[in-house]
């Protein structure tokens, strides 16, 4: 039993092609990969978004935005 | 694998690519200290990170499509009879885009074992070059837009230029079968045109969107001098860059193959095209080249440590296209030339423009690049730009190329998807967060954890009675 396509290095090296585990499924794989990838990409613009509203919350409250020119720490609890 | 002599070529082609891309991962370490080193302190982690991130979203694409783009495409669009050219190694799903033996194929219906026996050797390290190259295109925008880009959108681009057009410009005009070489002679050996031109118009269609950075410009429109907030970090970059350049140009080549035509065997090293070369001949030319790259860009900038080290950098992309057949003199005057032309562009452009290149990549990479291909063009005139085919390099058929890789594939592309972004409102970070710094919310996060260290460590003193 292997979830490869050989069980053993001692027959003859040129009949053992894929190395990898569970071939056959590449397609299936290569889906899952992309799908993750675009997730990615929709995840980041969420966070981006997000992180960029709650900065502009903190620097829209009082003076933070020129204490924050001034170097000045700004928290995000302020 | 069938006997010695194979054997060991194939191996040693192997090994050859996989020490051209531990070389050529320095570029990518040079890219991201000389992009730190030239923003100001408030925007370092976004510098960094929007750089670092190329690396992983690059890789994955170039997997999934860019890879089999270089194969699938060197008939272009339509010019040359063809088509799309099968390339089953190449397909991301397909057993030779894994770890394989090289014995009998999984998949014996699209694989022969003469296939496997070579693929499973050199595709691993051959796409891996290719895609050092493909960070490399993509490093060279993020450079020209830190400090007001949103990462979201930058990556974007760079997935874009880094994993599709770039490669598209690859399978056309740096492939032995591509239709610019065989239709117009196109050469460019070391990627003048194929990375840095087409990079370098990209960084100019998304600066032309992007805008430049708050202060930039005065009222009356002259520009002021964001200096960079560490030059040191920017010449080691620089410097590692140089370093890692030697991976790149090694890898451009094919390390041993036959190149006899007929009559024998003459073993040689080759170009991206098949064409014979020699590790020496690189060598000389692109040190040559890089010192009157220095000299020159010296000269121009009075000294200036910024502009002599990029000018050593465009020094060789201004030789490249050219550099496996130039002698090492013509490397070196070309190299010591193109920088000082493109200094002036950059400010003339910058003063015309108002484009703000925070590192002068369009310059550097832009118009060297373009350069490059068009000197190489008048400079090999004549020369056979293929052993294949029957095609000569000609100015008209470099000038061409350089049009190509430079506005059609790097320009227009980007100019389009910048507008994209743009038109969405998400091309830029907000006024107020560029202001105060893009690591805002790092330091911001950063300071709350601080504070309450500090508070923690407080409390224990007193616990402890060292403090009241």
């Known amino acids: 039993m292997s979830t490869g396509s050989f069980e053993n290095w001692q027959g003859n090296m040129l009949d053992i092609g894929p190395l990898y585990p569970f071939v056959g499924s590449e397609g299936l794989m290569f889906i899952v990969c992309v799908a993750f990838w675009i997730f990615w990409h929709v995840a980041q613009w969420r966070m981006e978004d997000s992180n960029f509203s709650d900065d502009m919350k903190v620097l829209k409250q009082g003076d933070n935005l020129q204490r924050a020119l001034k170097g000045e720490k700004i928290l995000r609890s302020m | ?468």
């Not at chain 2, 060991?8 to 050859?16: N, W």
């Not at chain 2, 694989?111 to 190259?133: C, S």
């Not at chain 2, 990627?191 to 969107?209: D, E, P, T």
């Not at chain 2, 960079?228 to 790149?248: E, S």
């Open chain 2, 1 to 468: 694998m069938d006997n010695d002599v194979t054997a060991l070529t194939i191996i040693f082609t192997e090994f050859y690519y996989w020490v051209t891309v531990v070389f050529m991962f320095l570029i990518h370490v040079g890219f991201c200290m000389y992009e730190v080193g030239a923003s100001r302190r408030k925007n370092h982690m976004h510098t960094l990170m929007k750089n670092t991130m190329v690396i992983p979203l690059v890789t994955v694409t170039f997997f999934f499509f860019g890879w089999w783009i270089y194969f699938a495409f060197p008939n272009g669009p339509g010019i040359i009879e063809g088509g799309l050219i099968s390339a089953p190694w190449a397909e991301p799903w397909g057993e030779l885009m894994g770890s394989h033996m090289g014995g009998t194929p999984a998949d014996s219906a699209t694989f022969t074992p003469d296939d496997t026996a070579f693929w499973a050797r050199i595709n691993g390290v051959f796409w891996a070059a290719f895609l050092l190259f493909s960070w490399t295109a993509a490093s060279i925008i993020s450079g020209a837009v830190i400090e007001r880009v949103r990462s979201g959108a930058f990556w974007i681009i760079a997935v874009l230029i880094g994993s599709f057009t770039w490669i598209i410009d690859a399978a056309w005009g740096w492939h032995p079968d591509g239709w610019m070489v065989r239709v117009l002679g196109y050469h460019d050996a070391y990627a003048s045109g194929v990375i840095h031109a087409i990079a370098g118009g990209a960084a100019l269609a998304v600066l032309i969107h992007l805008g430049p950075r708050i202060g930039k410009f005065r009222a009356d429109g002259t520009p002021r001098n964001i200096v960079p907030h560490n030059p040191w970090l920017i010449t080691v970059g620089l410097f590692l860059i140089y370093t890692g350049f030697w991976g790149f140009y090694v890898a451009c080549n094919i390390p041993i193959i036959d190149v006899q035509n007929g009559d024998g065997v003459f073993l040689s090293a080759t170009n991206i095209y098949l064409t014979p070369t020699t590790l020496s001949a690189i060598t000389f030319n692109f040190l040559m080249s890089l010192a009157g790259g220095l000299m020159g860009g010296f000269l121009i900038s009075r000294g200036d440590a910024f502009w002599t080290y990029s000018g050593g950098l465009c020094g060789v992309i201004g030789a490249s296209a050219g550099n496996d057949l130039y002698h090492p003199l013509q490397a070196m005057i070309i190299g010591a030339i193109v920088p000082m032309i493109c200094y002036k562009l950059h400010y003339w452009v910058e003063r015309r423009f108002k484009i703000d290149d925070a590192v002068g990549a369009v310059a550097v990479h832009g118009y060297g690049g373009f350069l490059g291909v068009v000197i190489a063009g008048f400079m090999l005139w004549g020369y056979p730009a293929s052993q294949k085919w029957d095609a000569v390099i000609t100015p008209w058929g470099n000038f061409a190329g350089a049009i190509i890789m430079f506005f059609v594939l790097g320009f227009v592309p980007a100019y389009i998807a910048a507008g994209i972004l743009k038109a969405f409102n998400k091309l830029r970070v907000p006024l107020e967060i560029e202001l105060v710094g893009l690591d805002l919310s790092e330091y911001a996060a950063r300071y709350e954890e601080e504070d309450d260290i500090i508070r923690a460590e407080l409390e224990a003193a007193r616990a402890a009675g060292v403090l009241r």
